[in-house]
T-cell receptor, first 114, second 114 residues
Framework: AQSVTQLGSHVSVSEGALVLLRCNYSSSVPPYLFWYVQYPNQGLQLLLKYTSAATLVKGINGFEAEFKKSETSFHLTKPSAHMSDAAEYFCAVSEPGNTGKLIFGQGTTLQVKP | EPEVTQTPSHQVTQMGQEVILRCVPISNHLYFYWYRQILGQKVEFLVSFYNNEISEKSEIFDDQFSVERPDGSNFTLKIRSTKLEDSAMYFC????????????FGPGTRLLVL
């Protein structure tokens, strides 16, 4: 069965600092991996995805993530945090060729301090 | 840009009542999903729907739940007899076709069961 673990339910950074949100996955087959962002009172917006092409994936708003099979990780990074990045971030996994259902991690709330 | 829409945005109901949550997926998408997010918890998969039938459902999706695509545009989730523990945010999502793995989420319906 697939699963996702996000280390750290809350991460706090200063504006301009590096953002690192951790995600580890478990999957019996090569997975598809996603990062979604949820702003307060809004739905889920796709930040980026890995679907077996380049292991370093660039997304919107300056975010990127690297798929590391040996570490079963898909950590999300951004070089310089902006106040508008404050939101909840979800890592998710799906199994290629299946129904496409997403299995989500617990989420990480990112706080950006001025 | 096409969006997934959901109505209502908020619904309050009494325990034991039936509720129908409505979604309009993106036109020409073929795969449809419902997820829920209990306050403070992760997003959980409920059901996937393809070719006018359920393709997968989770343990949460018991006999009290049903889905329907009545008219080729709407996609509904019905809860027959609501329980207190059904209080959650319910998200609808759709994706275009096999090989296009990104799911597009609606803004959600917040259901409160009293």
């Amino acid at each position: 069965a697939q699963s996702v673990t996000q280390l750290g339910s809350h991460v706090s950074v200063s504006e301009g600092a590096l953002v690192l949100l951790r995600c580890n996955y478990s999957s019996s087959v090569p997975p598809y991996l996603f990062w979604y962002v949820q702003y307060p009172n809004q739905g889920l917006q796709l930040l980026l995805k890995y679907t077996s092409a380049a292991t370093l994936v660039k997304g919107i708003n300056g975010f990127e993530a690297e798929f590391k099979k040996s570490e079963t990780s898909f950590h999300l990074t951004k070089p310089s945090a902006h106040m508008s990045d404050a939101a909840e971030y979800f890592c998710a996994v799906s199994e290629p060729g299946n129904t496409g259902k997403l299995i989500f991690g617990q989420g990480t709330t990112l706080q950006v301090k001025p | 840009e096409p969006e997934v829409t959901q109505t209502p945005s908020h619904q309050v109901t009494q325990m034991g009542q039936e509720v129908i949550l409505r979604c309009v997926p993106i036109s020409n998408h073929l795969y449809f999903y419902w997820y829920r997010q209990i306050l403070g918890q992760k997003v959980e998969f409920l059901v996937s729907f393809y070719n006018n039938e359920i393709s997968e459902k989770s343990e949460i999706f018991d006999d009290q739940f049903s889905v329907e695509r009545p008219d080729g545009s709407n996609f509904t989730l019905k809860i027959r007899s609501t329980k207190l523990e059904d209080s959650a945010m319910y998200f609808c999502a759709s994706r275009p076709r096999t090989g296009q793995e990104t799911q597009y989420f609606g803004p959600g319906t917040r259901l409160l069961v009293l």
